[in-house]
């Protein structure tokens, strides 16, 4: 139930909380959009993307890790956190190999959305190029190591939903990468499946299904028609198995 | 004197070289290097495609289904020809037997491509050269000055493309780019509405492709003598070709004709194109030399495109352009060989791709669900088209994970490069050798180019007046003098 006395203003609205509620558990309750990739109202915070970023108490904070306190004073939709939001997501698109024109997740992907809305015209840093394999090792599913940003998604889906601890983040630094939790090191020795949260919960073209692939058309796809900001936390997953309703 | 023999200077002669860099009114990048003697007798003509496109590379290890999508990027004109040869492969991979209702609205798809890419090529990039002569002026030798002093026939053109368009947009989600070819079929359908739109315009384009023809064979027809023999040369032609003979843009067996007329080869199955045509690669080209293996290179080049296939062809399926067909054929003795004979065919095409158009609009297979059949998983899949172009091959090879081990692509420009360097050396043999260059003169080397190809290297984008250098320089690299185009179109020499 949530109470107004604990209530927030984000960008001088009035958003009302629930205890225990992070700032964008209390936006996300009220339909009050704040960019993000690797929240999930499901899997709790992270903190990773830094992309939810907002300003309170005079500090730049992650709504996704910022408890909501009484009182607080939120901004978000400003011109100063818009831009530290732009040259985030660039810094996303750089740190892979995002080739938007052809991945089936177009139209679909969190990322490319949140670029659009963010008004991304460039990537702005110096692309890396860095060397990412494709593990197609397994029968239903793919792992597009060049489009993983690292959100952690599929990693809580597998632990906290399907139980099966599919995946863990290995490597440091540049060199970090999603890496499957077998002894080979490859998707298809784990008990991965197609059925799981996990390979639904992934917010750009990491995790892909080896089937019924470019089946959404054009005009059909999530954010063919309307901006990200506009849909809000509505989210391509949420029809998937055990998503949450619209 | 043989064009063939211009392909390298002999002798150590001192030469001056001159550039046309880049070739205009072409998309892509292209590049003609002429060596001249003393007494400016070209010695030397060589068409370079300068980009390098590496598909076949960077597409190894995506998985097959991206296919496509990826390639289809290789142009910006032809995309839809690139993704449907991509999809026919990969249909193969994935052991599919195409629904009717896939087939077919592939079929549509195809015919709005090569509609709007021939109207693009002859209305916007080839018709000023046409309608104003070679050698006029260059400030309005392009798609505006056609608008400015021909606007019914600019305005048909353009009709004609953004028809060709809006089928593509109707089928695909896009009218450049689209998404809609996946493994085993197509990812929707069209909708009622779509349909009985497209159905109420097509009557009117097909009255504007019958005008185009018209306008093709007049242009052709008027100045007879010299279109006959311009950028003329002898090859055989190759091209797919239907069970009965007939045109075929989407899918069939490859008919070679040797130039004389009589068949090289006939119905030949296209997953054996490896045994009937190499690729040669010469250290000037980023481009490779197809040929017809049993000829060797020296013999076996040949032609693909309009001109090939109407002469190949033993009847065109819809009527008007089965009546085009038989007057293109009577007015020539043999197989008509010119290179502008290309413009002409072009625009029998349109007009057959129009009528298939009006035809295929009234199925309402265009409208069923049963759009995606899978079968038995394969790890070769080739595919062959006609593109607006030409012959297009798709090769590809996939492991056991789905990721594509092998790529390769025998593009339509590709198998016209020895045609397009031997007709070059055509018009340079015949109008440069020993004249005094001018811009106008060395714009007839671009319209041979043009005659074959708009799009000659695939998805850079440069229409209409390029800035452009030509530069006189003695063998042994000084500036002798050079004859410059700025953006605004203004001529300096020297």
Known sequence: MTDQALGITIDGAAVPCQAG????????????????????????????????????????????????????????????????????TQMLFVDGNHFCPACEQSGQ?????????????????????????????????????????????????????????????????????LMPNSASGLLRDTEFSAEDRAAHVCPVGALLFKHDNYARPIGRRLYDRTSIDRIGNRRADDAAPGGSAP | MSTTN?????????????????????????????LLDEDNRVQQARLHIVEFRGFEKFIQGRPYWEVPIVVQRLCGICPVSHQLAAGKAIDQIVGAQLSPAATKLRRLLHWGQVLQSHALHFFHLASPDLLFGFDSEVQKRNIFGVIAEHPTVALEGVQIRR?????????????????????GGMNKAMKPEEVKTLAAGIGEIVGFCVKAVALAKRLYQEHRNRHEAFGRIESPFLGL??????????????????????????????????????????????????????????????RVGPLARLNNCDRITTPLAEAERVGFLAAHQGLPQGALAYHWARMIEALHCAEAIREMLGDPDLMSDDLVRIGERHFEGIGVIEAPRGTLFHHYEVNDEGLVTRANLIVSTTSNNQAM???IRRVAIDRLNGANLTPELLNEIEVAIRAYDPCLSCATHAVGRMPLVVELEAADGTRVGAISRDEAGTIAIG
Request: proline fraction near 6%; include cysteine; charged fraction near 25%.
């Open chain 1, 109 to 177: 992907c969190q990322l490319q959305a949140t670029a659009y809305g963010l008004g991304m015209q460039d990537l702005h840093f110096s692309p890396s190029y860095p060397k990412k394999a494709v593990d197609a090792s397994h029968d239903e599913m793919l792992l597009d190591r060049d489009r993983c940003i690292q959100c952690n998604l599929c990693v809580r889906a597998s632990d906290r939903v399907d139980g099966k601890h599919v995946f863990s983040l290995g490597g440091r630094g540049i060199e970090t990468r």
């Open chain 2, 6 to 34: 211009l392909e390298t200077a002999v002798g150590n002669q001192p030469l001056k070289r001159v550039v046309i860099d880049p070739v205009t009114r072409v998309e892509g990048h292209g590049k003609v290097t002429l």
């Open chain 2, 241 to 302: 070709i239907g069970p009965d003979g007939e045109l075929e843009l989407y899918d069939g067996g490859i008919r070679v004709k040797e130039a004389d007329g009589s068949r090289f080869v006939d119905q030949y199955p296209c997953n054996d194109y490896m045994h009937l045509v190499r690729e040669q690669v010469k250290n000037w080209s980023y481009m490779k030399f197809p040929y017809l293996i049993d000829k060797g290179p020296e013999y076996g080049w040949y």
């Open chain 2, 421 to 423: 360097n031997e007709s």
């Open chain 1, 21 to 88: 509620d992070t700032v964008i558990d209390a936006a996300h309750r009220a339909g009050v959009y704040i960019p993000h990739l690797c929240f999930h109202p499901e899997f709790g915070p992270h903190g990773s993307c830094r992309l939810c970023m907002v300003k309170a108490g005079g500090r730049y904070v992650a709504a996704c890790t910022t408890p909501a306190t009484p009182g607080m004073s939120v901004e978000s939709d400003t011109a100063e956190i818009k831009e530290l939001r732009l040259r985030i």
């Open chain 2, 163 to 183: 028809y060709g368009q809006e089928i593509i947009k109707a089928i695909s989600g896009k009218k450049i780019h689209g998404v809609v070819v996946m493994p």
